[in-house]
Protein backbone atom coordinates (compact mmCIF):
# COMPACT_ATOMS: atom_id res chain seq x y z
CA UNK A 1 0.00 0.00 0.00
CA UNK A 2 2.87 2.37 0.30
CA UNK A 3 3.87 4.26 -2.86
CA UNK A 4 7.19 5.98 -3.67
CA UNK A 5 6.36 8.43 -6.33
CA UNK A 6 10.11 10.16 -7.88
CA UNK A 7 10.62 13.21 -9.99
CA UNK A 8 13.32 15.29 -11.89
CA UNK A 9 14.77 13.01 -13.81
CA UNK A 10 16.27 14.08 -17.17
CA UNK A 11 19.22 15.04 -19.79
CA UNK A 12 21.67 17.18 -18.51
CA UNK A 13 25.52 17.87 -20.07
CA UNK A 14 28.20 17.29 -17.91
CA UNK A 15 29.11 19.58 -15.06
CA UNK A 16 25.19 20.29 -15.16
CA UNK A 17 22.73 19.57 -12.30
CA UNK A 18 19.69 18.15 -11.47
CA UNK A 19 17.48 17.36 -8.36
CA UNK A 20 15.54 14.55 -7.88
CA UNK A 21 12.56 13.90 -5.53
CA UNK A 22 10.72 11.11 -3.76
CA UNK A 23 7.49 11.57 -1.91
CA UNK A 24 6.09 8.46 -0.10
CA UNK A 25 2.42 8.09 0.52
CA UNK A 26 -0.15 5.02 2.09
CA UNK A 27 -0.47 2.67 5.42
CA UNK A 28 3.52 2.23 7.20
CA UNK A 29 3.83 2.60 10.84
CA UNK A 30 6.77 4.26 10.37
CA UNK A 31 9.96 4.66 7.79
CA UNK A 32 13.48 4.72 9.31
CA UNK A 33 15.40 5.27 6.10
CA UNK A 34 14.93 6.77 3.00
CA UNK A 35 17.89 6.87 -0.27
CA UNK A 36 18.33 6.64 -3.29
CA UNK A 37 19.38 3.87 -5.54
CA UNK A 38 20.57 3.43 -8.94
CA UNK A 39 21.37 1.01 -11.65
CA UNK A 40 23.11 1.67 -14.92
CA UNK A 41 22.96 -0.79 -18.36
CA UNK A 42 24.12 -3.71 -17.38
CA UNK A 43 25.34 -3.10 -14.23
CA UNK A 44 24.23 -3.92 -10.96
CA UNK A 45 21.51 -1.40 -8.41
CA UNK A 46 23.55 0.47 -6.35
CA UNK A 47 23.25 2.71 -3.41
CA UNK A 48 24.04 6.51 -4.15
CA UNK A 49 22.77 7.81 -0.75
CA UNK A 50 20.58 7.48 2.40
CA UNK A 51 19.23 9.21 5.29
CA UNK A 52 17.73 8.21 8.64
CA UNK A 53 14.85 10.33 10.92
CA UNK A 54 17.82 11.12 12.63
CA UNK A 55 19.71 12.47 9.98
CA UNK A 56 22.54 10.22 10.01
CA UNK A 57 23.36 10.29 6.21
CA UNK A 58 26.10 7.81 3.54
CA UNK A 59 26.74 8.04 0.68
CA UNK A 60 28.48 6.07 -1.89
CA UNK A 61 32.33 7.32 -2.79
CA UNK A 62 31.92 7.93 -5.89
CA UNK A 63 28.96 10.80 -5.39
CA UNK A 64 30.48 12.38 -2.29
CA UNK A 65 31.17 16.21 -2.56
CA UNK A 66 28.77 16.36 -5.73
CA UNK A 67 25.86 14.65 -4.40
CA UNK A 68 23.12 16.08 -1.36
CA UNK A 69 20.85 13.86 -0.04
CA UNK A 70 17.62 16.05 2.01
CA UNK A 71 14.95 15.13 3.75
CA UNK A 72 11.41 15.43 5.34
CA UNK A 73 10.39 13.70 8.18
CA UNK A 74 7.15 15.14 8.42
CA UNK A 75 6.08 14.87 4.58
CA UNK A 76 8.63 11.49 4.19
CA UNK A 77 9.71 13.43 1.42
CA UNK A 78 13.36 12.61 0.16
CA UNK A 79 15.82 14.80 -2.28
CA UNK A 80 18.94 14.73 -3.94
CA UNK A 81 20.26 17.39 -5.30
CA UNK A 82 22.82 16.07 -8.07
CA UNK A 83 25.69 18.66 -9.39
CA UNK A 84 28.60 18.30 -11.29
CA UNK A 85 27.06 15.61 -13.20
CA UNK A 86 29.18 12.88 -15.04
CA UNK A 87 28.29 10.69 -17.99
CA UNK A 88 28.81 7.70 -15.31
CA UNK A 89 26.06 8.70 -13.29
CA UNK A 90 23.67 7.91 -16.13
CA UNK A 91 21.44 5.59 -14.71
CA UNK A 92 17.95 5.04 -13.38
CA UNK A 93 17.57 6.30 -9.93
CA UNK A 94 15.21 4.44 -7.41
CA UNK A 95 14.07 6.04 -4.48
CA UNK A 96 13.79 3.59 -1.29
CA UNK A 97 12.22 3.82 2.13
CA UNK A 98 12.56 1.21 4.89
CA UNK A 99 11.26 0.87 7.62
CA UNK A 100 8.08 -0.99 9.43
CA UNK A 101 4.72 -1.86 8.93
CA UNK A 102 1.35 -2.00 10.75
CA UNK A 103 2.40 -5.41 11.65
CA UNK A 104 5.86 -4.20 13.17
CA UNK A 105 7.64 -5.96 9.95
CA UNK A 106 10.44 -4.85 8.78
CA UNK A 107 10.07 -3.27 4.94
CA UNK A 108 11.60 -2.39 1.74
CA UNK A 109 9.77 -0.25 -0.60
CA UNK A 110 10.76 1.07 -4.08
CA UNK A 111 9.83 3.63 -6.59
CA UNK A 112 9.46 3.30 -10.46
CA UNK A 113 12.39 4.77 -11.28
CA UNK A 114 13.42 7.69 -12.84
CA UNK A 115 16.18 8.17 -15.71
CA UNK A 116 18.86 10.50 -15.85
CA UNK A 117 21.15 10.76 -18.64
CA UNK A 118 24.11 12.53 -18.27
CA UNK A 119 26.38 13.68 -22.22
CA UNK A 120 29.37 14.36 -22.86
Known amino acids: QVQLVESGGGLVQSGGSLRLSCAASGSIFSIDTMGWYRQGPGKQRELVAD???????NYADSVKGRFTISRDNVKNMVSLQMNSLKPEDTAVYYCNAEGLSWGRERRDYWGQGTQVTVSS
Open 51 to 57: ITNGGII
